[in-house]
């Protein structure tokens, strides 16, 4: 009976994070049948329908999303002390569920992982990319990387690096348009601007220089996207000039795409971070994959090259 119970648990909750029976059954290394079969029975016990089903959505019910509150993370903590158990006191096993911003995560991340995989075998890296802030919680991600997660009592941050934000152009667009000598002369430039996913505002122009003074500049909007990667290709392809996180601008800058604008002035945002759960048991693989992202960080020079020094120049 027990086992039955842990089965039917098991293909609730990966349906109700999946959304859909067929990527639990993959998740689970069952068919969809199986899983439909499993999720019915459960709902047979309890005598209640915990989702609502149609030929191409799978939603949780109120109820659904009530016993999908109450058992998600001490389900989740269980399943992780067995499976320590079975692979040895405290060996990093399992699947690890990570979401990633897509440019960053390719960039910088993805290079990270051949040797990750190498070192703990018995870890599958699951990652997700994603531009939105996801809830590690709720949808059973075990880390995030990112910036501006809003911390709880349920999260912990460690700090990767922080992060500084450059005016950057093409060439042939710099050619065509003279490179602006003061913060005042943005005005008569193209600006690539940005809306923010959280408030759907306009984030403005604040630049501040090593002597300590801040403006807040002016620019003509050419176009307002909410993806810094988007940004980055637009001003790459000459349409004008983007306020880039130095994640996103580094590799265009380095080759030759874009080109720092008023290099004396910058802006900082929030600082990438690695997001966990702060519960009192966190599973081992989730532990090796927090250290070992920060070492990397530090180690490899990547942190230093994110961030504006107090001269002004970048980390190479």
């Known amino acids: 009976m027990l ?11 990966a349906a109700a994070d999946e959304g859909s029976f067929s990527a639990a059954a993959r998740r689970l290394g069952i068919t969809p049948a199986a899983v439909s079969k499993s999720v019915g029975q459960l709902e047979a016990r309890l005598g209640v329908r915990l989702f609502q089903r149609s030929t191409r959505s799978l939603a949780l019910t109120t109820d659904g999303e009530r016993l999908y509150a109450q058992v998600r993370l001490p389900w989740g903590e269980i399943g992780d002390a067995l499976t320590d158990l079975r692979q040895g006191a405290g060996k990093p096993a399992g699947t690890l569920k990570v979401s990633l911003a897509y440019a960053v995560g390719r960039e910088y991340f993805l290079p990270l992982m051949d040797e990750f995989v190498r070192r703990y075998p018995d870890v599958v890296p699951d990652l997700h990319f994603d531009n939105r802030q996801v809830d590690l919680i709720a949808e059973g991600f075990d880390a995030a990387i990112g910036g501006g997660i809003e911390l709880t009592d349920a999260l912990i941050a460690r700090e990767l690096a922080p992060v500084s934000i450059v005016l950057a152009a093409s060439p042939a667009y710099l050619k065509a348009y003279p490179a602006p000598g003061t913060p005042q002369e943005l005005a008569r430039h193209r600006g690539l601007l ?71 002035w910058h802006a900082d945002t929030r600082p990438l971070s690695i997001y966990y759960s702060s519960r ?12 070992y992202i920060v070492e990397q960080f530090r180690t490899s020079g990547l942190a230093a090259r994110f961030h504006i020094q107090p001269k002004g120049d970048i980390q190479r």
Not at 280 to 291: E, I, M, S, T
């Open 3 to 13: 086992t039955e119970l842990s089965s039917y648990l098991d293909a609730f909750i």
């Open 194 to 264: 940005r809306r923010s996913l959280s408030s759907g505002r306009l984030i403005p122009w604040t630049l501040k220089n090593s002597a300590g003074q801040e403006v807040v500049a002016s620019v003509r909007p050419v176009m307002v996207l909410d993806d810094p990667e988007a940004i980055a290709r637009a001003a790459a392809g000459g349409m004008g000039i983007g306020m880039l996180p130095l994640p996103h601008a580094l590799p265009l800058l380095d080759g030759g795409a874009l080109v720092r604008v008023l290099p004396d």
């Open 280 to 291: 009192k048991l966190v599973p081992a693989k989730v532990r090796v994959f927090v250290d």
